[in-house]
């Protein structure tokens, strides 16, 4: 047996699993190879490895004693599956262009809803990358292949999506039925007869079924060509077959008849670009702040990157940030036709990270941007190409935030805990997070100490327009100290707002000094592939004048010694300085507010509640996982426990505990803050 | 082991509702631990385990059996386990980058960096062979009577997964 074959045995040599003549050659070439006895303990090694690394998790026999008994509570639907194929509108099809239409038909039979999630009932419909057989609400999906994908949607209609769709069923949202936003493509609707309205929602307008049938297109923009056709804009056509609909289109309200159908046209606007700009060049996220002082304007090459050990002061941009184990490899950039190049390796699983400040935080030739007097920042990128299992982000972080990396922590601030930490971290820009495949922002505030941070999050995820990301665009952010607001803007035009005085807007951003980061990396979806993100141009813009924050509210408040009970972006979070103590009992009763929001039909009465901890000093970790938690008849749900606090916690005169409830990972109408009545206390 | 997945299935299927038991007994270990690589959170991981288990049986109440039970099942798992990710990016701490939350260092995640990566490598079928090798400790023989695949099917894949994985550690530890 050769040397190369003999390795490839010597896991399963080792594991037992080879046939005797087989183990006795592995044996042998054990014996006569002087090799052979550092390989065989590398493979030991390795089945060690897995052993440990794949060891029985612990609770599974629990678990599946909790899934066998929830069985009793899920009856499988044993419907039938349609397989009639609907025809597209004739009507339609004369009009020559088929790229949208969606039809709702009245059926008088209805079938059986499933709250959450929608069938895949034929055809190829992809999530994430991923073909799929189910769809939970709120999920982007497209439509693979050659032929039409039959969904049965979670009120019982079902939807029949032409090739090349992509579209984000919502199911019941907002006051309706059922929500249906069609993005690009087209397809046919099949509408159950009940309660409540059925709306295709477009970027255009939207039609709403008043029990009806009828079809819908987008005809996307015509751009004028070199044959200088005359172009026109977006589009929207719809063709009413049976009863009524109503039509909202450019802010005017339409009904359409029985046998009507009209095509609505969008007024052709100047197509906003990252050009949109004032006379004094100043882009328009800058110029509605006012900040009109040009303070970065850069076009990075490779030239610009500090060498290590460089004299940090003559560089503007570094290799890898302070948070970074090690360094990215330094072939990770190159500068391409004048375009900084920063690209992601999938052998070495590492991506380029482009900082504007040195990694141990000390002066670099690019100017920070001072919070107080605002800014407004912009990158000029485009990738390789568009799959969405990358990562590219553009963002920002203050120089005070060091996460306690051997340089000095300068973001703990006076009437907080020693050690308490808090900044702002606001994302420009994170390709392939959002839910549409288009530009997401998020900012975030940032508290607690080391080992426990927790962050106030607000970003743009489930909004948004697919964007192509091989064409160059703009992704801007603006930070206001004065109204705590941040602003997304995309190739110059406003994205999305938080509130003013947003909780993920910290008012002490206003004392801290951002620096510009270009990270590349991936996510976990899917292959990891190589792709490169360009970066063409770095621009920042600032206020004049500076605004002073008021004295320090926002901190922990150690003095607190009253329980409170606030909701927190999904979570319910119930602040029990005085009650909840270690080794305490507890028993937590929270009162549902709508049990028929957060209850799904084979859970009927039983929720999954995650109940977590953490002090100012450190996060706790999970107090309780209550998988299967029945809600009395008068809708009050109670949780029993002990307080674990692990002997690590250095102030655990301050506990949070938050819990969630759930009834399906992707329905984002389960937020605790909607599910949950004013009642959460501590009872025992 | 008297069964394969399949048989159990479509036992399910024809209204023996004790068979998916067995088959969920049986699994469960396999489908956590695949889990808890994917979203390194305990509770996530149960409750998607607890979540592809059902959608599975709510498939096979429709008689759609998958003919290779144990890899769809971890398709749907990976599936439950993304969306579990994406609410909690929506609603619970979501770092920009996984070094900047403390709080992921002692994630499930961080004991098994190198292995949930070289996962990646695997195909679903050999993914499947090695958790039933090292989460259930299960000789090639028992394997193939659980996936209803004959041993030598079952000992090439668990070779494959070997290589693969003794490429992608040697690559890491030269790189």
Redesign the interface.
């Known amino acids: 047996m050769n040397s190369n074959r003999a390795i490839?045995?010597l896991?399963?040599y080792l594991?037992?699993?080879l046939p005797e003549a087989e183990a006795a050659a592995v044996e042998a070439w054990l014996r006569e190879d002087p090799a052979g006895a550092e390989m065989a303990a590398a493979?030991k090694g390795?089945v060690s490895?897995?052993?440990a690394?794949?060891?029985?998790?612990?609770?599974?026999?629990e678990?599946?004693a909790?899934?066998?008994e929830?069985?009793d509570a899920?009856?499988?639907?044993?419907?039938r599956?349609s397989r009639k194929v609907f025809s597209w509108a004739a009507g339609l099809a004369a009009a020559a262009i088929v790229l949208l239409a969606a039809t709702t038909l009245l059926l008088r039979r209805p079938a059986t809803p499933t709250a959450g999630s929608s069938d895949v009932l034929s055809g190829n419909v992809v999530?994430?990358g991923?073909q799929?057989?189910?769809v939970?609400d709120g999920s982007a999906i497209s439509v693979a292949g050659d032929t039409p994908a039959v969904i049965r949607l979670t009120d019982g209609s079902q939807a029949e999506l032409a090739p090349a769709t992509s579209a984000v069923l919502h199911g019941r949202a907002k006051g309706l039925r059922q929500l249906v936003e069609l993005v690009q493509g087209g397809g046919t609707f099949r509408v159950e007869k009940a309660n409540g309205d059925f709306r295709v929602v477009t970027k255009l307008g939207s039609v709403t079924a008043v029990g009806t049938e009828f079809s819908v297109r987008i005809i996307p923009p015509q751009d004028p060509g070199e044959s200088g056709m005359k172009m026109h804009g977006a589009m929207l056509a719809v063709a009413v077959l049976v009863g009524t609909v109503q039509v909202e289109f450019g802010g005017k309200t339409s009904v359409l008849n029985g046998g009507e159908n009209r095509v609505f046209a969008e007024d052709r606007r100047t197509p906003a670009t990252a050009g949109s700009r004032t006379a004094a060049g100043v882009p328009a996220g800058a110029a509605a702040l006012g900040y009109t002082m040009k303070v970065i304007d850069e076009h990075p090459t490779t030239a610009d990157i500090a060498p290590d050990n460089a004299n940090h002061g003559n560089y503007k941009w570094f290799n890898g940030s302070w948070?970074?184990?090690r360094r990215p490899a330094t072939n990770l950039y190159s500068t391409v036709n004048g375009e900084l190049a920063i690209s992601y390796d999938p052998?070495?699983?590492r991506g380029g990270c482009l900082i504007g400040t040195p990694r141990d935080l000390s002066k670099g030739a690019l100017p920070l941007l001072d919070g107080s007097k605002g800014f407004h920042i912009e990158f000029d990128t485009r990738l390789s190409d568009n799959d969405p299992n990358h990562w590219p982000?553009v963002?920002v972080m203050p120089q005070e935030h060091s996460?306690g990396s051997g340089n000095p922590i300068n973001d703990v601030y006076p009437g907080d805990p020693a050690g308490f930490e808090r900044w702002m971290?606001l994302?420009v820009d994170?390709g392939g997070?959002a839910?549409s495949g288009g530009a997401m922002c998020?900012v975030?505030s940032w508290t607690s100490h080391?080992?426990?941070?927790?962050?106030d999050?607000s970003n743009n995820?489930?909004t948004g327009e697919a964007i192509d990301r091989t064409q160059v665009h703009t992704f801007g952010a603006s930070y206001d100290p004065i109204k705590r607001q941040v602003t997304s803007w995309v190739d110059g035009k406003q994205k999305w707002q938080t509130p003013v005085n947003s909780s993920s807007v910290p008012e002490i951003a206003a004392r801290q000094h951002f620096y510009p980061i270009l990270?590349v990396?991936r996510q976990?979806?899917g292959?990891?592939k190589a792709y490169t993100m360009y970066v063409s141009g770095v621009r920042a813009y600032a206020g004049v004048r500076a605004y002073v924050p008021p004295a320090n509210t926002a901190g922990a408040k150690a003095s607190d010694k009253t329980d409170t009970l606030t909701a927190d972006?999904?979570?319910c979070v119930l602040t029990c300085p005085k009650t909840c103590t270690p080794g305490k009992e507890f028993e937590i009763k929270l009162e549902l507010k709508d049990l028929a929001k957060v209850t799904r039909n084979?859970k009927a009465n039983k929720l999954?509640v995650?109940l977590w901890w953490s002090s100012k000093e450190k996060?706790g970790g999970?107090l309780g996982?209550f998988?299967s938690t029945e809600v009395a008849q008068d809708g009050m749900l109670t949780l029993k426990g002990k307080f674990q606090l692990n002997g690590a916690t250095a102030e655990a005169a301050y506990v949070q505990v938050q819990a969630?409830l759930?009834d399906?990972?992707?329905n984002?109408k389960d937020?605790a803050a909607d599910c949950m009545g004013p009642k959460m206390e501590v009872v025992k | 082991m008297n069964e394969s997945d399949f048989e159990l299935l479509r036992a399910t299927a024809a209204g023996d509702?004790d068979a998916?038991?067995r088959f969920?007994?049986r699994n469960?270990?396999v489908v956590?631990?695949f889990c808890?690589l994917?979203v390194c959170d305990?509770?996530g991981?149960?409750?998607?385990?607890?979540?592809a288990?059902?959608?599975l049986?709510?498939?096979?109440?429709?008689?759609?059996v998958p003919e290779e039970p144990l890899p769809w099942l971890l398709?749907?798992a990976?599936?439950?386990c993304?969306?579990?990710?994406?609410?909690r990016?929506?609603?619970?701490?979501?770092?920009?980058?996984e070094?900047?939350?403390?709080?992921a260092r002692?994630s499930p995640c961080n004991?098994?960096p190198d292995?949930r990566?070289a996962m990646?490598a695997l195909n679903d079928f050999e993914a499947v062979v090695?958790?039933l090798?090292?989460?259930?400790g299960l000789?090639?023989r028992q394997i193939g009577e659980q996936l209803g695949r004959p041993i030598g099917t079952v000992?090439a894949a668990?070779?494959r997964a070997?290589?693969k994985?003794?490429a992608k550690?040697d690559?890491?530890t030269e790189?």
Not at chain 1, 54 to 61: C, E, F, S, T
């Open positions: 490839e045995l896991e399963l594991a037992g699993e493979a390795m490895q897995l052993d690394d794949l060891r029985p998790p612990a609770g599974a026999d678990l599946a909790k899934i066998i929830s069985l899920h009856v499988p639907r044993r419907t599956r999530v994430d991923d799929t057989a189910t939970s948070w970074d184990g052998t070495t699983d982000a963002w996460g971290e994302d994170e997070l839910k998020s975030l080391g080992g426990g941070y927790r962050p999050t995820w489930a990270s990396w976990d979806k292959t990891h972006d999904g979570w084979w999954p995650h996060f999970y996982h998988a969630y759930t399906d990972w992707g984002d937020k | 509702r998916f038991g969920v007994r469960t270990s956590l631990r808890l994917q305990q509770h991981a149960e409750d998607a385990t607890q979540e288990m059902l959608r049986y709510e498939q096979v109440g429709r008689n759609r398709a749907i990976r599936r439950c993304q969306e579990f990710q994406r609410q990016k929506r609603n619970a701490a979501r770092p920009l980058r070094e900047d939350s403390l709080v002692h004991e098994v292995l990566h990646v090695l958790q090798k090292h989460t259930k000789r090639c000992t668990l070779s070997y290589a994985l003794r550690f690559r890491e790189g």
